[in-house]
């Protein structure tokens, strides 16, 4: 088990790297083994890493060669074996034993279809340093945890509600509905949190910004005029500086298999 939270403030406000610490602070006992931090101006975030797979070699935010992208992730993925001879078969050059570099170099060469490719529990964080844009995708069944609130215009995200809590200036206010959820089935349903700003990245809702080549359907194309305002392409709920669009992933195994979608947004300026 590790843990992984990020704040992009977005605007210019510089993330201090103390804040993405403490965020991290809040979630030692998922990864005691090792710590990382990564800030970009007002980009930042971190991992706590629970040491398994390439234990010497596995160090997070782990970055490409060429330094344009930067990676955390929680979890594990079962192909990499597969995923590693496919990648360096088509050139790529791995660095490390450890599968968090499957998922690097596959976004290198595959972009945002890289998460359709992984067959395993995750919950990742690609910073692209040269679009400024931040990816999250979570696997296809939801093992792995992802919690994200929407807030003074920037996004924060964790792999537990508690490391949210650094962030400054954020509201967490109790939601009755969830109250009434959690005392009738024991449980909140998601997407909702006991919290009426965070939200959990949902198993079951692809997402990915405009203009990435992304497939979608026709519902959601139209769904995505209905909404476009300014140039930015957004739900319902949320705020006009996220841009999303819903696309659908297919979860590959040895066999044929029934679709299913692997959640992931991305935020850019």
């Not at 200036?169 to 965070?198: C, K, N, W």
């Amino acid at each position: 088990m590790c843990g992984i939270a990020g704040w992009y403030s977005r605007g210019g406000r510089a993330v201090d790297e103390r804040v993405v610490r403490a965020m991290c602070g809040t979630i030692v006992h998922r990864g005691p083994d090792d710590e990382g931090v990564f800030t970009d101006l007002d980009f930042g975030f971190g991992m706590r890493r629970l040491s398994i797979v390439d234990v010497a070699g596995g160090h997070q935010p782990m970055t490409s060669e060429d330094g344009r992208f930067v990676l955390t992730y929680n979890g594990e993925i079962y192909n990499h074996p597969a995923l590693r001879a496919e990648l360096e078969s088509l050139g790529h050059r791995y660095r490390t034993h450890c599968d968090t570099e499957s998922i690097l170099l596959g976004f290198q060469h595959w972009g945002p279809g890289v998460w359709s490719r992984l067959e395993g529990m995750f919950a990742a964080a690609l910073w692209d340093t040269r679009e400024r844009t931040l990816h999250l995708a979570r696997d296809p069944l939801g093992i792995k945890p992802l919690f994200i609130t929407l807030q003074n215009g920037g996004v924060a995200y964790a792999s537990e509600l508690k490391a949210l809590v650094p962030v400054p200036g954020l509201r967490f206010t109790p939601d009755a509905r969830a109250m009434d959820q959690y005392f009738a089935f024991g449980h909140v349903l998601a997407p909702h949190t006991i919290y009426s700003e965070v939200t959990k990245l949902g198993p079951r809702a692809s997402r990915a910004p405009p203009g990435t080549g992304a497939s979608s359907t026709r519902r959601d194309r139209r769904r995505r005029r209905r909404r476009r305002r300014n140039g930015w392409s957004v739900s319902a709920t949320r705020s006009p500086a996220v841009s999303s669009a819903i696309s659908r992933a297919t979860c590959r195994s040895g066999r044929s298999s029934p679709a299913a979608s692997t959640p992931r947004r991305s935020w850019r300026r």
